[in-house]
């Protein structure tokens, strides 16, 4: 349990750190008008507060960073979410791109991610509601001949794509006919965020039972149901990381590049998205290429339902409380105007 001095000072060590980018020294939160402690005061706290993990020093500086566990109390304890909610000017230049002129869906979607990044100068990701709202409605296969076939995928919507693939030698035309199916039965009504989790476990042990080498078929199928889910992620702002003095490494920011391409990678930031906002710091992000960052989400919804995702990109020295206001307002302006979309 910090006291009351130790939340004042790392309430202002993160403050700083977050405006400079820069070590921060007991010196320079002395000269702030809302601590009134000597430097020495504040160095002794500075140290008890990097022995509890709260804070780091830099080898080549005397001033102190914020660690993952000092920026999650920060978010949890001591930023006060009221405190950057007077953005009247950025919520009109919000709304005059989210208007309802803006029929399609996917054009709502791009300009909010549009908007985000270009307020926050973060990357901006979000999840297009397709695929929650979005199931498989029916998956055919035509053979070609012995070894391809033409793999059929309907959507709940009528959307329909087709592929060819190849079958995995030794597959009958009977048994490709049980394979379709299975598949049927198993996830006719799945929705598509879902197919391949359900794939890999109920198809999967229903395979088994009836087809010989079902683990080269299954990659086949995955492959197949993998219908331009490019098309339903959608961002902005990918080279933002650039101008952040965190990621002047190339290779840092090639990892994090490469990896905003993988579009199977970032929908699995998303996963376990609980409703309303969720704040990851650091190495709270599973994958490694983020461990430097903070990855900030907030949900859109339709009567009470998820519809989809919103998230910031940024490092660990983010401007939460802007981000966090942000992503509140504009996910509860796109639940209002995608409901009316939807209700059309």
Not at 324 to 333: E, G, R
């Amino acid at each position: 349990m910090l006291t009351e001095r130790q939340r004042l000072i790392l309430k202002a060590i993160v403050d700083d750190y977050i405006r400079s980018a820069e070590p921060v020294g007991s010196r320079s939160i002395s000269k702030r008008d809302d601590i009134g402690y000597s430097p020495a005061t504040i160095r002794n706290e500075m140290a008890d507060l990097e022995d509890l993990g709260y804070l780091e020093q830099p080898h080549t500086s005397a001033g102190r960073i914020p660690s993952t566990l000092g920026y999650r109390y920060y978010v949890d304890h001591l930023l006060n979410r009221n405190e950057q909610l007077g953005i009247e000017i950025d919520r009109a230049k919000i709304r005059s791109f989210l208007t309802d002129e803006l029929n399609r869906m996917e054009q709502v979607i791009q300009h909010a991610a549009l908007v985000l990044s270009n307020l926050t100068n973060y990357t901006s990701i979000l999840l297009g509601p397709e695929l929650f709202t979005n199931s498989l409605k029916h998956f055919g296969l035509v053979p070609l001949n012995d070894n391809s076939a033409v793999a059929i995928i309907v959507t709940n919507t009528g959307h329909v794509e087709n592929r060819t693939i190849t079958i995995p030698s030794g597959l009958s035309m009977d048994k490709l006919q049980q394979v379709t199916n299975i598949l049927n039965a198993k996830l006719a009504g799945v929705p598509l965020i879902q197919l391949k989790s359900k794939l890999y476990t109920e198809v999967g042990h229903e395979l088994e039972r009836y087809v010989g080498h079902f683990e080269g078929l299954l990659h086949v199928i995955e492959d197949a149901l993998k219908q331009g889910d490019e098309h339903r992620v959608f961002m902005s702002g990918t080279t933002n990381m650039l101008i952040q003095p965190e990621f002047k490494d190339v290779d840092k920011v090639k990892m994090i590049l490469d990896m905003l391409e993988e579009t199977p990678t970032v929908m699995k930031l998303f996963s376990s998205q609980p409703q309303g906002i969720r704040v990851r710091i650091g190495t709270e992000n599973t994958h490694q290429a983020i461990a430097d960052c903070s990855f900030i989400t907030a949900t859109y919804e339709l009567d009470g339902d998820v519809l989809g995702t919103i998230g910031i990109l940024g490092p660990t020295r983010m401007e939460y409380g802007k981000v966090i206001s942000y992503l509140d307002f504009i996910s509860k302006d796109m639940s209002v105007i995608l409901g009316r979309w939807f209700n059309k």
